[in-house]
């Protein structure tokens, strides 16, 4: 069975500090591992994914992801908080068959 | 724009009616999938297609929901005999799958979000 647990609901920064949004997941199978954004009003975006190649991730907008087998965590992070992060984040596992199992998702607020 | 486009964006509708909402993907993917998100949720997988062939429907939430995808391109999902908790977003998404591996990259629509009455 697939799961993912989004530790925290809501994430506040102030901006130019460093994001930590945090994701365990559960696979029974070599998962796949993606994060995605949501600002409101709009479409999921991607921002990057893990595919068992290496195993610091690079996304878009300078957030990266570490894939840790031994924590089962893939945890998203970016050294300095912009205004225009805020927006609610997903962390993604896929299933045997490319379903993709979502978490609940983490709101991170970005302060001035 | 070529992404994933999904049509109503919004749908008002009063409980007992059936409502469609439509599903364009990115030309060249082969596979379709249909989403729901609840308020302070996460999206919650319904069904997907690889070209026309429904291959996963046991999510779906009840025999009032079906989908379609008829010509391989764009999908219908049909909610019958709405009732108030299906207000909810229906969220779409395509990806282009060559081989059997995994990592398959899902690119959302915006969703259409629906209020029943």
């Known amino acids: 069975a697939q799961s993912v647990t989004q530790l925290d609901s809501h994430v506040s920064v102030s901006e130019g500090t460093p994001v930590l949004l945090r994701c365990n997941y559960s696979?029974?199978?070599?998962?796949?591992l993606f994060w995605y954004v949501q600002h409101p009003n709009k479409g999921l975006q991607l921002l990057l994914k893990?595919?068992?190649?290496?195993?610091l991730v690079k996304g878009i907008n300078g957030f990266e992801a570490e894939f840790k087998k031994s924590e089962t965590s893939f945890h998203l992070t970016k050294p300095s908080a912009h205004m225009s992060d805020a927006a609610e984040y997903f962390c993604?596992?896929?299933?045997?068959?490319?379903?993709?199992?979502f978490g609940s998702g983490t709101k991170l607020n970005v302060k001035p | 724009d070529t992404g994933v486009s999904q049509d109503p964006r919004h749908k008002i509708t009063k409980r007992g009616q059936n409502v469609t909402f439509r599903c364009d993907p990115i030309?060249?993917?082969?596979?379709l999938y249909w989403y729901r998100q609840t308020l302070g949720q996460g999206p919650e997988f319904l069904t997907y297609f690889q070209n026309e062939a429904q291959l996963e429907k046991s999510r779906l939430l009840s025999d009032r929901f079906s989908a379609e995808r008829p010509k391989g391109s764009f999908s219908t999902l049909e909610i019958q005999r709405t009732e108030q908790g299906d207000s909810a977003m229906y969220l779409c998404?395509?990806?282009?799958?060559?081989?059997?591996?995994?990592?398959?990259?899902?690119?959302f629509g915006p969703g259409t979000r629906l209020l029943v009455l």
């Open positions: 993604v596992v896929t299933a045997a068959f490319n379903k993709f199992y």
């Open positions: 998404a395509s990806s282009l799958v060559e081989t059997s591996a995994s990592g398959e990259t899902q690119y």
């Open positions: 696979s029974s199978y070599s998962p796949s």
């Open positions: 030309s060249e993917h082969n596979r």
């Open positions: 893990y595919t068992s190649a290496a195993t």
